[in-house]
């Protein structure tokens, strides 16, 4: 339904900024994919509630800003619309809500479920609704006029069960645009029925946003060559994590291992995102990368790997399929994968440094201390200058902590 309004409003030569509830990676990359423009993470928790508005108000420019969801409205990480919620976010950002509710085989239980979610709205307004699944344009005249007997949100828009429009998933959630054949952007646009009236209401201007800029960061990366593994089998990368690198004073460089990059010459630490290696573990455990990765890490070098990037550096990664292909060797320890998820929730390090698990593969016990100090969750393993666990971290989080995980001597 969000991708379905954004190809709606590009068509109309609308600017958009687009934005995500919670820490996932792959609603975004469709966002990337439908308005060719980077997509950001908006979390109450993960990014920090003083630290959303500024975010918002920086990308969002004078583009209108749209972010999707995550869950039902009031799931969060605690109670009814607690921090991490998109209530929570809608609150924070003081953003009108637009309701997204699976209308098939429903008419007149709308009313009841409507009534629920906009009583439990604490702070926060919800201005429409959108049906999915409708049956019929009567379906949906139906429906608008249920909601406006009783007094509820209007139906701003609505969309029919378009099965062929549908985005393929996997363990992870969606696929990624690069690997399928996106759905028709126009069939999509044209499979929205909106309101533009009703719609174009919902949008005052924000009223400014006081100090909404970003701070300078010290330069704890200064003259620091950065590494970053990017390409199918890792894309699990936060455009906030590159920046923050950046503004730390980094000099960032991109290598692909399925491609068999070697680093840059000058490369002072290197850090693994998480992604998809079981999906190219074939290919991997081929890439003369894996060799340098070994050879770097063995010399000293700073490395800072997430999920997939842990994967990697194990001695092997047994697969779906449950054959096991041969990794970096740099870890003493190998990666399974599984059939149920086998981690999931936020996390927080002792340091500050916030992020989140969500991963299905278990990694061997390993004689290596614990990297991180977590409540919960993997506390990864650490040797010499190699950090490593399933955990995504958001780097401006606590800017200072990664500078010292990638190798700065802040003493």
């Known amino acids: 339904m969000t991708m379905a309004l954004m190809a709606r409003l590009r068509r109309e030569n609308i600017s958009i900024a687009p934005f995500k509830a919670g820490p996932d990676y792959l609603d975004p990359a469709w966002h990337r994919e439908i308005v060719k423009r980077p997509s950001y993470n908006l979390d109450t928790f993960m990014v920090g509630a003083e630290a959303c508005p500024t975010l918002f108000h920086e990308k969002r420019g004078d583009a209108l800003g749209i972010v999707e969801g995550v869950m039902g409205l009031y799931d969060g990480r605690t109670g009814v619309g607690g921090p991490g919620s998109t209530a929570d976010l809608a609150r924070v950002l003081k953003l009108p809500v637009l309701l997204v509710v699976n209308v098939q085989g429903m008419a007149g239980s709308l009313v009841p479920l409507v009534q629920g979610f906009t009583g439990a709205a604490k702070g926060f307004v919800i201005a429409g609704i959108l049906a999915n699944r409708v049956g019929s344009p009567e379906h949906a005249r139906r429906l608008a006029a249920l909601l406006l007997e009783h007094h509820l949100p209007p139906l701003m828009g609505w969309m029919g069960r378009e099965e062929e429009l549908a985005l393929q998933e996997r ?6 645009p690069e690997e399928t054949t996106p759905p028709a952007w126009n069939r999509l ?17 924000l009223p400014a946003q006081q100090g909404a800029t970003t701070v300078p960061m010290p330069p704890w990366l200064s003259g620091k060559h950065i590494a970053i593994a990017r390409d199918a089998a890792f894309n699990f990368i936060y455009p906030a994590n590159v920046e923050c690198l950046e503004r730390m004073g980094g000099n960032i460089h991109f290598f692909s291992p399925l491609a068999g990059d070697h680093l840059p010459a000058k490369c002072d630490a290197v850090w693994l995102p998480g992604g998809y290696p079981e999906l190219h573990a074939e290919t991997l455990s081929q890439s003369p990368t894996l060799g340098v990765l070994k050879e770097f890490g063995q010399k000293g070098g700073a490395i800072l790997a997430e999920c997939g990037g842990m994967m990697v550096l194990g001695n092997h990664l047994v697969d779906h399929q449950a054959t096991s292909w041969p990794m970096a060797g740099l870890l003493p320890m190998g990666t399974t994968m ?74």
């Open 171 to 176: 363990h992870l959630g969606l696929t990624l």
């Open 189 to 205: 646009a044209d499979a929205l029925h909106l309101d533009t009236v009703l719609f174009s209401n919902c949008f005052k201007p």
């Open 338 to 411: 599984t059939p149920r998820l086998a981690g999931l929730g936020y996390r927080e390090e002792a340091s500050g440094v916030r992020g989140h698990e969500f991963h299905h593969s278990v990694r061997d016990a390993c004689p290596l201390p614990a990297a991180f100090t977590l409540e919960r969750g993997d506390p990864g393993v650490i040797w010499h200058q190699i950090r490593a666990s399933y955990t995504h971290w958001y780097f401006p989080s606590a800017p200072r902590v990664i500078a010292g995980w990638l190798g700065s001597d802040l003493t």
